[in-house]
Nanobody
Framework: VQLQASGGGLVPSGGSLRLSCAASESIFSINAMGWYRQAPGKPRELVAVITSGGITNHVDFVKGRFTISRDIAKNTVYLQMDSLKPEDTAVYYC?????????WGKGTQVTVSS
C-alpha cells in the first residue's frame, strides 16, 4: 500500500487545516487507517484512527478539535484540524494497518504559530 499525505502548512493559533491521505488501494481492504504525529525530540504518537467499518477513535488531547473521516470513492482519509494550538506543531503521518503489516506515508509538516 502506498500512502500520500498532503495538506500541512503554517497556520496561526486557533486556525484550521485539513490533511489528506490518499491510498493506492481500496481503504475497505485496510483494517484501519490512522494519523500519527511526531514533534521534535518526541516519540511518534497516535492522533486518530478509523477502521474499515467506519468506527473512529480520537485521542483525548484532540477530541473536540480534530476529526478523522474518509471518502471511500477516493480511497482517501482526512484529518480536519480546528482550534489548532502551538503544541500541535509536528510532522503528521498517515498509517495503514493491514493486520499483518503497517504502512506509512511520508509526513506532512504542520506548524502552528503562537
Amino acid at each position: 500500500v502506498q500512502l500520500q499525505a498532503s495538506g500541512g502548512g503554517l497556520v496561526p493559533s486557533g486556525g484550521s487545516l485539513r490533511l489528506s491521505c490518499a491510498a493506492s488501494e481500496s481503504i475497505f481492504s485496510i483494517n484501519a487507517m490512522g494519523w500519527y504525529r511526531q514533534a521534535p525530540g518526541k516519540p511518534r504518537e497516535l492522533v486518530a484512527v478509523i477502521t474499515s467499518g467506519g468506527i473512529t477513535n480520537h485521542v483525548d488531547f484532540v477530541k473536540g478539535r480534530f476529526t478523522i473521516s474518509r471518502d471511500i470513492a477516493k480511497n482517501t482519509v482526512y484529518l480536519q484540524m480546528d482550534s489548532l494550538k502551538p503544541e500541535d506543531t509536528a510532522v503528521y503521518y498517515c498509517n495503514a494497518d493491514m493486520g499483518w503489516e503497517n504502512y506509512w506515508g511520508k509526513g506532512t509538516q504542520v506548524t502552528v504559530s503562537s
